[in-house]
């Protein structure tokens, strides 16, 4: 009995690791299409003075270990330029950007989605812009887009 207690725990224990182990590797996937999105969109900010143009490549954070496994969402932090941000107009058009990209790169949604990348949540912090971006690849990043939508 001891023996299959053991194998059981060994089974659940490895497949534990090889099932972190792919969402890490879909994830990064993710974080890479939503970086080159975000960096083709970045002169935006930066001709409108809303963002300092980054000394280096900018970098973003997972926001799922917040929301749960799967979740293709990132966080970019910018330092804030010399304008007043209009938060409204800076998501209309960042959505409507980063889509234009997904069109021009035929970058693939989860089943039909309106938009492959939206914006949901940007704020500023102690001379930081803020700005959340979910990749909608997958049933987990739709659910939570949904869920956002309806704390709004």
């Known amino acids: ?16 690791m ?3 182990r792919a969402i890490s590797i879909i994830t990064n996937d993710a974080q890479k299409v939503t970086d080159a999105a975000m960096n083709d969109v970045l002169p935006i900010l930066i001709e ?8 280096s490549q900018f970098a973003s954070e997972t926001v799922a270990n917040m929301w749960g496994a799967g979740v293709m969402a990132f966080e970019y932090q910018f330092t804030v330029g010399p304008n007043k941000i209009n938060f409204d107009e800076v998501r209309w058009q960042l959505n409507s950007q980063l889509n234009t990209y997904a069109d021009q790169n035929d970058i ?32 987990s990043t739709a659910e939570y887009v949904k869920d956002l939508a309806k704390l709004s």
């Open 1 to 16: 009995i001891v023996a299959i207690v053991v194998a059981v725990l060994v089974y659940l224990l490895v497949h534990r």
């Open 108 to 139: 693939q949604s989860y089943e039909d989605v309106d938009r492959i990348f939206i914006v949901t949540d940007l704020w500023t912090y102690l001379d930081q812009l803020h700005i959340d971006v979910a990749y909608v690849v997958n049933e």
């Open 18 to 20: 090889i099932s972190k």
């Open 48 to 55: 409108r003075d809303y963002i300092e143009t980054p000394d």
